[in-house]
């Protein structure tokens, strides 16, 4: 399955796809705030990527992002309902982000019985809270030392997105 934007593809990862993905799960400023340390070596990157191939569609609805050839960002609900994006570095700040994530939320609220999508977000991620604000998530609370990243433990700021209702009375 294969959803187009007017610049990118939305896809199923595979195995092809394992520099590409590595080339930002390995990259420390991609990495800052994600729920683990950067990916120490390729295999690591191979493991993780063969786990989200394994997993089953039922539990999650999450694509990797191409643009031009390569494979720049991943986003979706990794299980159900969690929502997260991540975009290699070389990519920021040209709406990728915003492009990627809005068609994998319309994808899921039109294919799925999601009433939400909740995201966990690191509350010093400045650029993706502003992200999630600006595809509707709502701030729906916080948390101190939720989670410990390479011996740093690390804020929660929770978000919230609900199914839009659809116009004409449904």
């Known amino acids: 399955m294969e959803i187009k934007t007017d610049r990118l593809i939305l896809r199923q990862p595979t195995q092809r796809d394992l520099c590409d993905v590595n080339s930002f799960m390995a990259h420390p400023e991609a990495m800052r705030f994600w729920s683990t340390p950067p990916h120490r070596d390729i295999e690591h990157t191979r493991r993780w990527l063969q786990a989200n191939i394994d997993v089953g569609t039922e539990v999650r609805a999450n694509f990797l992002i191409e643009f031009e050839g390569r494979v720049i960002c991943e986003v979706g609900a990794f299980p159900l309902p969690d929502f997260g994006f991540i975009l290699h570095p070389d990519y920021w700040r040209r709406g990728f982000g915003f492009e990627a994530a809005s068609a994998a939320i319309k994808h899921i609220f039109e294919s799925r019985s999601e009433n939400s999508l909740v995201a966990d977000v690191d509350p010093r991620n400045e650029s993706s809270i502003a ?19 390479a011996g740093e433990w690390v804020d929660s700021s929770y978000y919230c997105l609900t199914r839009p209702q659809i116009q004409g009375g449904e």
Do not use: I
């Not at 992200?131 to 990243?149: D, H, P, Y």
């Open 131 to 149: 992200l999630l604000e600006k595809l509707g998530f709502r701030k729906t609370g916080q948390a101190r030392a939720t989670l410990c990243v």
